[in-house]
């Protein structure tokens, strides 16, 4: 098994750094390579500057060419207009390499990168009027109460906080309040994530969901933290294609907010961390309680790495540790905190060794939001964070992995 070299660092406590379309007209677009002898199997570069989709059938089925054709620029459009105004995009698709190998033919489907960014243009606007409207209705929620400070926290995005569109949606919910009488704060860096921060009259966080039976479709609620009160906006719906596409599946949801228990650590804007970003987590209660740490991270895979008791008013911290990339899974990781009052009410993790590996099918049910005591989910919480690359990370460099196969099983 491989884990992140600052895990290592983390569970023993040491710091540092660490519709369909019957025909597609083939065109001549350049490309950077040629695809000459390219077979469903080998490579399939589409043009620079393109978006592409991909089609197979199987040789055997009837008009395997012409199938595999319209699936390609079919499932392009699809995926592109999201059954919105498909007929203004669907005419600036064309056909880009066909080949076929003994199985299978395949069918690349191409469309300019510019002509997507304009067709963009118009649901973007309206997304950004709909924001608006949220704004105002935060505004008139904490004028009427006399407050007027906010503060953006995380968005939480498919499961995970954090990432580009989370980012991208910050910046857009930002500009919208700026349109307002609203004053826009930083939240302090060593907030405990319990009560308000001084300063502070109000904590928005931002959660994004997919609509079912609709999946290129998205939904960002905005709920509003006034302390004694929770307030949410109107919903607003936007495809998915207008911001920054997340890769990767969406993950089951795990608790992430409870009034007694906070997670917290110094993070991008939503919520992310940089591949190789080192920064401190802290664990804060409301009351003394029993509480230990889970790490649910690659494929399945889950560590207890923090347990003890809490003390009211004096976070307690879990030390530095580094966001690293794992290989072959989602770039993402999420915390999981399980507290009780007794000890005895913790289950199996009440007397597990710390660090410890948490078994393959207790840390499956984890992952997927089971598992957890009763006596134990009144005081269960999570935290994540996506891990990001590119330009604004350049500045990070994250080590190799490093093997844990030392550590010992909690049961």
């Known amino acids: 098994m491989k884990r992140f070299v600052v895990a290592m660092c983390l569970v023993v406590g040491c710091s540092g750094n660490e519709g369909k379309k019957e025909e597609a007209k083939v065109v001549e677009v350049p490309t950077q390579a040629s695809l000459e002898g390219s077979k469903c199997l080998g490579n399939?570069?589409?043009?620079?500057n393109y978006l592409q989709e991909t089609a197979f059938v199987a040789v055997s089925e009837d008009n395997a060419s012409e199938r595999a054709k319209t699936k390609a620029v079919t499932t392009l459009r699809d995926r592109i207009c999201q059954g919105?105004?498909?007929?203004?995009?669907?005419?600036?698709?064309?056909?880009?390499?066909?080949?076929?190998?003994?199985?299978?033919?395949?069918?690349?489907?191409?469309?300019?990168?510019?002509?997507?960014?304009?067709?963009?243009?118009?649901?973007?606007?309206?997304?950004?009027s709909d924001l608006i409207q949220v704004a105002s209705e935060l505004e008139g929620v904490l004028l009427t109460a006399k407050k007027k400070r906010v503060s953006i926290d995380n968005v939480h995005d498919l499961g995970i906080d954090g990432g580009p569109r989370a980012e991208w949606l910050v910046d857009r919910i930002s500009t919208a309040i700026s349109k307002t009488n609203l004053e826009l704060v930083r939240l302090p860096?060593?907030?405990?994530?319990?009560?308000?921060?001084?300063?502070?009259?109000?904590?928005?966080?931002g959660r994004v969901t997919r609509l079912h039976g609709r999946e290129s479709m998205l939904e960002v609620t905005w709920n509003l933290d006034m302390g004694t009160q929770l307030k949410s906006a109107s919903p607003v719906t936007f495809p998915e294609m207008i911001g920054p596409?997340?890769?990767?599946?969406?993950?089951?949801?795990?608790?992430?907010?409870?009034?007694?228990?906070?997670?917290?650590f110094d993070a991008r804007p939503g919520g992310a961390l940089c591949n190789g970003q080192t920064t401190e987590i802290k664990l804060a209660t409301?009351?003394?309680?029993?509480a230990r740490v889970l790490d649910l991270y690659g494929d399945g895979e889950a560590l207890m790495i923090w347990g003890g008791a809490t003390k009211v008013g004096?976070?307690?911290?879990?030390?530095?540790?580094?966001?690293?990339?794992?290989?072959?899974t989602l770039a993402a990781e999420r915390f999981l905190v399980i507290a009780a009052k007794n000890g005895s009410d913790l289950g199996a993790y009440a007397n597990a060794p710390v660090p410890c590996r948490i078994?393959?099918?207790?840390?499956?049910?984890?992952?997927?939001?089971?598992?957890?005591?009763?006596?134990?989910?009144?005081?269960?919480t999570s935290r994540s964070y996506r891990i990001m690359d590119g330009d604004d990370c350049s500045k990070f460099e994250a080590p190799a992995a490093t093997a844990l196969d030392g550590l010992p099983a909690c049961w």
């Open 44 to 48: 399939r570069i589409p043009p620079t």
């Open 84 to 128: 919105y105004r498909c007929s203004e995009i669907e005419p600036q698709i064309t056909l880009w390499n066909t080949q076929q190998d003994a199985v299978q033919v395949c069918a690349m489907a191409v469309v300019k990168a510019s002509a997507v960014e304009s067709f963009n243009a118009a649901p973007r606007a309206s997304f950004d």
């Open 189 to 205: 860096p060593d907030w405990d994530g319990l009560k308000l921060p001084k300063g502070v009259d109000a904590v928005l966080r």
């Open 245 to 264: 596409v997340v890769e990767g599946g969406d993950l089951t949801e795990l608790p992430t907010e409870n009034k007694d228990v906070s997670l917290r």
């Open 286 to 290: 409301s009351e003394p309680l029993q």
């Open 314 to 328: 004096e976070p307690s911290s879990l030390g530095e540790f580094q966001a690293v990339k794992l290989e072959g």
């Open 359 to 380: 078994p393959a099918v207790d840390a499956r049910n984890l992952h997927a939001g089971k598992g957890v005591p009763d006596a134990a989910r009144p005081f269960t």
